[in-house]
């Protein structure tokens, strides 16, 4: 036997008794009459000690042991005289009477602290001693807790589980596929999944009914800030729904989810409409642990002479709370420079300062009086001590830029509480995006989603400008600004489908030979049906308050999506690139 408790287990009622316990050296303290250890294992740390006095031999061997030694000890629980209240086990220790060295270890490259002095690069090349350090361990046993209780949640409403392939042909879902050579079937390859969209579609063809797994998805994509080319769904399709049985459904898990594992009662989710969400925060995923909502000017601001907002398509404005009085020439000079950074693009930033003591102040008060920048101010409900920010031109580039103006504003007035949870839905996405470069349509979800009831006679026999206003029962959910998941009510129709495919700017043959099982299969009674994916990693993240997805998975890849512990991906050798049937077609 190794241990009869583990290292965060004993507390004071132990007092007396005899216990073997193993685990990690995290420190080791020589206080010349007695040596201190701190033994730690997952569940927590415990302080050995050893005597001098009582076994010179044994304190000695103490002394010797390194950081991250594997030890196994028997001993004696006694209550401490310094206790710890910040330790589970701090008003106990060990005197210890046998140690046996299980393993040795090097000195670890870092130390594994939560506040360690390791660098993300040093701590990736050894992740599983970072994966030692409780920081990162309390987030992969958390993540293991949040997809227990899914499966107990979904298990209860009578979800069925079921694993799809992985070894795939592609499936749309707006990223590039990472493919893999098959070596039976020399110059073919399959794909790995973007998600298991279509494989869950046909599942509810089978009559599953109430599908989810917990699945990884592959895109290929160009990386950005904490992106994984591997990441976790929890993907489920459920039949003869609405979109309000969904919704409803997936909004009672996270509520449950949020109240089991954090004790936290959620509020009902509102709902908002795509269009509300652009025109009010300049964003398909709002922010909403502050207001600070976007207002439309151009009634209040245009034909007063100053040329800049008359010839504006929209002039759109925000009231900073306190700004009047924090905000000096200077900071403001700041802030529009932030608003004219390429990543954000606009041309310049209006301002109107409402002081404490009822002076107006603003960069276009030679074309406005005050009364006329009062009725703004009225209109924003602001009072004194706040400024408005200003924003004009072209009004979807604009919104936008008003909706990361005013997220940042929410971070620097500190209203974006990571402790806080602001769920919502949007709904009502537009069905495709016209994209000029290429002049064609995007799915604006993906492939398979279902315009809205009342628009698929116009779908199927609208003109062109028809298509653009297109509504679709899609719908994201929302945590905080960032976006959790997304789903739709599915086309479950094939002359639908194939019209859809058709404005995608797919031939018949190109629609028939990547989708043809799937739109066979609704020849076969497919029932209606539509479903969801949460994004897995993220939503973990969101829960513990964190921003990276990559501190909730075990082995994450770096930015370059390179695994730099086993180095991968890696070159593979000319023989089997040969059973691959791949090396002609690389010298070629
Ligand atoms: N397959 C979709 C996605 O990965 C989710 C869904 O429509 O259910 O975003």
New binding site residues.
Partial sequence: MYRSQNCGELRIDHVGQEVKLSGWVASNRDLGGMTFIDLRDRYGITQLVFNMDTDAGLCGEARKLGREYVIQIDGVVRERSSKNPQRATGEIEIEVTGLQVLNASKIPPFLIENDTDGGEELRMKYRYLDLRRDAVQSNIIFRSQVAQAIRKNLSAVDFVEVETPFLIKS?P?GARDFVVPSRLNSGQFYALP????TF?QLLMVSGFDKYFQIVK?FRDEDLRADRQPEFT?L???MSFVTQDQVLDTFETLVRNIFREILDIELPSFPRMQYDDAMKYYGIDKPDLRFDMKIHHINDLAQGHGFAVFDNAESVVGICAKGCAVNYSNKDIKKLTEWVQRPQIGAKGLVYVKYGADGSIKSSVGKFYDDDQLKTWGEHFGAEAGDMLLILCGEEESTLKQMGQLRLEMGDRLELRDPSEFKPLWVLDFPLLEWDEESSRFHAM??P??SPKKADQERMLNGDHETMKALRAD?YDMVINGVEI????I?IHDRELQAKNFELLGFTPEEAEDQFGFLMGAFEYGAPPHG???LGFDRLCAIMRGQNSIRDFIAFPKNNQGRDVMIDAPSPVDGEQLDELSLSLNLKA
């Fill in positions: 499936t879902e973007q998600s298991p969209q869950k998805c769904q993907d489920c399709e979800h993906h398979f989603t899609a998941g997304g789903g739709s599915r479903g969801i994916a």
